[in-house]
């Protein structure tokens, strides 16, 4: 039954912390986000002399690839070596390859777009 959720996308679990819109297919998904509200931080970083907390074990692993290096994520266009730690990192990657500019500079007259929003932040300066 909880893997068929899945597939269908029901999340009968609700978050009951006012104004938390968050819907879950599990308890247990469910139960991950109670520190978002509580402040509660219980995955601690063991490097030596850090001292990252974070409330949820996923980003304490995404947290722990500053140390290693890590750079699980490649990028699957032809001849791109780009490599990514986290999957929204590798998404932004994307419009290089696309010629998708989809950030556009907001100062009048300018119609400069970037591929990568902080191109665009480089960009902004030189107004």
Same mark, same amino acid.
């Given at each position: 039954e909880k893997h068929k959720r899945? #597939?269908?996308?029901?999340?009968? /679990?609700? $978050? @009951?912390?006012? +104004? !938390?819109e968050y819907r879950a297919a599990t308890a247990i998904n469910l139960k991950s986000n109670r520190p978002t509200h509580t402040g509660e931080r219980p995955f601690? $970083? @063991?490097?030596? &002399? $850090?001292e /990252?907390? =974070?409330a949820q074990a996923g980003t304490l &692993?995404? #947290?722990? *690839?500053?140390?290693?290096?890590? *750079?699980? /994520?490649? $990028? @699957?266009?032809? +001849? !791109? &070596?780009?490599?990514? =730690?986290t999957a929204i990192n590798l998404k932004s990657n994307r419009p290089t390859h696309t010629g998708e500019r989809p950030f556009a500079c907001d100062e009048p007259e300018c119609e400069y777009r970037a591929a990568q929003a902080g191109t665009l932040e480089k960009h902004k300066r030189t107004h």
């Open positions: 899945t #597939h269908s996308g029901e999340r009968p /679990y609700a $978050c @009951d912390a006012p +104004g !938390c601690a $970083c @063991d490097e030596p &002399e $850090c /990252y907390r =974070a &692993e995404k #947290h722990k *690839r500053t140390h290693s290096g890590e *750079r699980p /994520y490649a $990028c @699957d266009a032809p +001849g !791109c &070596e780009y490599r990514a =730690a």
